[in-house]
């Protein structure tokens, strides 16, 4: 059954330069329990469509599209409407920890916030429902009494302390947007096996959003990237990994310094996508990628290109999907 | 043997924590647990940890920014926190710094030429204003960006011109060691590889040394021909990169290499199991016991020192030897 | 500099209080500059005959006790505030400021003794303090002046040292501190630029408290001695005609009230146009 479909959805926010399109016509659509996951450097439009999703864009931002959710329309829904998806069916986690909880405010009482909006228990049930979370995720609460103060945390225990609150009412999504990005290495490999675990054994659907390709391989089945507003290559996680086709896909790929670096004799430099992200006011006509892309052509500065299927499992919006000889 | 170009001695650094009663001593936090490194001409040597590890702490002494409880540093054989503050003043031009946060080290209400200019104060010469703008238009061009910049503000520059500019300006004085703490980090990976190409064309022609501080692996693994891995203030292991990388030998320097997330999705990683500690922490252990899958009573007792094994250093009882 | 303050200006235009504000504190200020070239009557001139007339065309506003004409007295009163606020901001800013940047850099005893000392200072009522000073000293409009410029020392030393300290933590700091540049410089070249906003505005705010202080201790005839009027010494005069009379006291209040009202929401308005960050909420 399809949990959440995303119909040419496009958002418009007012800049400095006036209102410009910073995501344009994206569809996709996710099942109960899949796991999506969203990557693209800053400026993609990566953590904008969270947030459109959560209704939570500014209010002089215009969009258009469909958001479904089940078989409600989010973004043709009041205010009191979405109050009642936000934190509900739809849960989400922020990357900065220290500053997405409120300092001043016990764990106990932000976790059970969303729970006395949400859901109808009285004070004991409530308490037994934080207790049940906070052993969730791994803050026993014979270790980590309800009473502490999130200054009183390691920024992991933090972020631990915000999957409880995503997950208080049993959501139907989870949205993690760079959920580790803040967090040291052996702290985010804890950290991403919670959120795996959690979906797998509640099938709760979650969108991975990152800009960590390690990250997204190892937490999704399926994957989008995106650039300047556009999906660029979608499908399988694994296919697109092993078979990237988007210039800008694989420019990302080979821009990452891989393990085992040292073991070449001679240092080689990295291959580097030439040019950088154009700016909102300033993107080009035809496939925004054109002028940083090793495989221009004319039609690619004219028209922007449509989706092309490679597979079932995976489509490249591009004229000229990369071959194995442009590989090496 | 050749004089290293920055040898750290025996380096300590408590700081102040605040007072828990009126009339307490006050209590302290060792950042840094005895650090001892020797940095060579010409080469790039890594300093890897998690946050708090003091990896920062280290590069501020280095950078005679802050000054070590105990312990010294030398550059170029003289002793930077035993010397009159004017010679350090110049000897300044010789070790420069980039920075973190290309938003946060520039000032915002400079244009790019006094900020480029900026650590030009320090040579002994004082230079006109047209020689001023002349190097600096002369390095702008160096790092990538356009000599006409000179007059622009940072606002107007991207996260990876920004760093640029940062480069530009530790370069100007044309030193031979830079620090770079976590300079890459803020990046975006297409700019992060950009700027890194950047950094080792720059090594090659002007033979400069790099200490590179920086919690990504991946990026010391590239970077560096030297690595110290450092857990709670402490160099647990150190050597070449090669031969850390291809031979991890202390607990903590595989936990950290096993935990980057593999950008092959069908290499799945084993989970991780919470590990009980087993044994009472007390000042003398060794830092990484509750944390340690290897910890043993000896552990528990004595802090491992550094001894040579395969080829590198490592302060571990048991290290891993495969 | 002028692009800086044209784009400012700029952004200014958008933000209500600030145009409001600035109007209002513009006329103030040009009515001040007025005085020296004219007035209607001078100020000087006693004509018992045509004491405590109603406004007409000849008097716009009436005239008072001595027969002054009232409206020569405001307009020459007002250039009387604005030299009594403008130095007393002077020597605020002058003493308050280096102050704050010296606490903020040296720290330690230093900034210790800075800060007791602004604490001492900020524990006298201001305005009871300054009647003790130019008890001292004797009234007069200098003596006041200085009696209010104390008052904004410690006002300005404090934010200077608040502001400074955040600037302090920045990287560019730790940059320009490797380039070996010394305190001093540091705080000349990078800190002041960084908070000269939060000082303007601030010392909008002071201006108008300082016009408040001049007429109070004007009022109790402590400040400006006559001829020279002032309008807290109006209004001390009206206070007896205020059964009969009440119009004398009404212009003189109206006039500090329209003032102080007019900085005030230029300062709040200043705030919002010079912090980038608040620019676009409004």
Known sequence: ?328 | MKQPLVKIEDVYKDYQLPKKYLFQKAPFFRALHGINLELNQGSSFGIVGESGCGKSTLARIVMALDNPTSGTVFFEGRDLFNIPSAELRHLRRNFQMVFQDPYGSLNPRKNILGIVAEPLDTLKERLSFAEKKERVSQILVEVGLNAADTDKFPHEFSGGQRQRIAIARALITRPSLIVADESVSALDVSVQAQVLNLMMDLQDKYNLTYMFISHDLSVVEYVTDHVAVIYMGQIVEQGTTKSLFQNPLHPYTQTLLRAVPDVNPLNKRREVKERIPQFEMTSKSCPFLDRCIKATKNCADNAPKLVENMGHWVACFNPDVA | MFRKLAEVFGHGLKNRSFVIGGIISLLFFLVAFLSYFWTPYPVEDINIAERLLKPSTKYLLGTDHFGRDILSMLIKGARNSVIVAFVAIGIGLGCGVPLGLTAAAKKGWVNELIMRFNDFTFAFPSLISAIMITAILGPGSINSIIAIGIFNIPVFARVARGAALSIWKREFILAARSAGKGQFKISVEHILPNISSMLIVQATIQFALGILAEAGLSYLGLGTQPPMPSWGKMLNEAHTFMHFAPQLAIYPGAAIALTVMGLNLFGDGLRDVLDPKLRRSR
């Open chain 1, 1 to 328: 059954m399809t949990l959440l479909q995303v119909k040419d959805l496009s958002v418009t926010l007012i800049t400095a330069q006036g209102p410009q399109e910073v995501i344009s016509n994206i569809n996709f659509s996710m099942d109960a329990g899949d796991k999506l996951g969203i990557v693209g450097e800053s400026g993609c439009g990566k953590s904008i469509s969270a947030l459109a999703m959560m209704s939570l864009l500014p209010p002089d931002s215009q969009t258009s599209g469909k958001i479904i959710l089940e078989d409600q329309d989010i973004l043709s829904l009041n205010s009191t409407q979405i109050c009642s998806i936000r934190g509900n069916r739809i849960g989400m986690i922020f990357q900065e920890p220290m500053t997405a909880l409120n300092p001043v405010k016990k764990i106990g009482a932000q976790v059970s916030e969303s729970i006395d909006l949400h859901m109808n228990l009285n004070r004991k049930q409530t308490l037994e429902r934080v207790t049940e979370l906070m052993d969730k995720v791994g803050l026993a609460v014979s270790r980590f009494p309800l009473n502490l103060y999130p200054h009183q945390l390691s920024g992991g225990q933090r972020q631990r302390v915000m999957i409880a609150m995503a997950i208080a009412c049993n959501p139907k999504i989870l949205i993690a947007d760079e959920p580790t990005t803040a967090l040291d290495v052996t702290v985010q490999e804890q950290i991403l096996d919670l959120i795996r675990d959690l979906a797998d054994s509640s099938g709760m659907a979650l969108i991975m959003i990152s800009h960590d390709l390690g990250v997204i391989a190892q937490t999704t089945q399926n994957v989008m990237v995106m650039y300047t507003g556009n999906i660029v290559e979608m499908g399988r996680t694994v296919d697109v990994f092993q078979n990237m086709l988007h210039p800008y896909t694989y420019g990302l790929f080979s821009a990452i310094p891989h393990a085992g670096s040292s073991a070449q004799k001679k240092r080689k430099r990295l291959s580097c996508i030439p040019g950088q992200v154009p700016e909102l006011h300033l993107r080009p006509q035809g496939c925004n990628f054109a002028d940083r892309c090793s495989k221009v052509s004319h039609k690619c500065k004219a028209i922007e290109p449509a989706a092309t299927k490679i597979s079932d499992q995976h489509q490249v919006w591009c004229y000229h999907p990369l071959t194995q000889e442009d590989k090496k």
